[in-house]
Nanobody, 115 residues
Framework: QVQLAESGGGLVQPGGSLRLSCAASGSISSIYSMGWYRQAPGRQRELVAVITSGGSTKYGDSVKGRFTIARDDAENTVYLQMNSLKSEDTAVYYC?????????WGPGVQVTVSS
């Protein structure tokens, strides 16, 4: 079994920053990719950012230029630095890991951007 533990969510004012972390533990053989998705009330879950084992990254259009994803392979951890946060970034953020042969999801962490 694989577990994903997220941390770093909370309440922040518009224009502020937050850093999310997600650590994978358990029976980890080979992590192909790790990333973040988010889901706001009444909306579908959407891609925020993903990073592969080779270092390739992909970002959702709404966060390009504001969010940065990075990973620490030695710690099986992925980070999401979120800057210039907007109210529309408010959502539950879910960590995802594709560890052959399947996807794994964390329980989610709330990010609220509000004054």
């Amino acid at each position: 079994q694989v577990q994903l533990a997220e941390s770093g969510g909370g309440l922040v004012q518009p224009g502020g920053s937050l850093r999310l972390s997600c650590a994978a533990s358990g029976s980890i053989s080979s992590i192909y990719s790790m990333g973040w998705y988010r889901q706001a009330p009444g909306r579908q879950r959407e891609l925020v950012a993903v990073i592969t084992s080779g270092g390739s990254t992909k970002y959702g259009d709404s966060v390009k230029g504001r969010f940065t994803i990075a990973r620490d392979d030695a710690e099986n951890t992925v980070y999401l630095q979120m800057n210039s946060l907007k109210s529309e970034d408010t959502a539950v953020y879910y960590c995802n890991a594709f560890i052959l042969p399947r996807d794994y999801w964390g329980p989610g962490v709330q990010v609220t951007v509000s004054s």
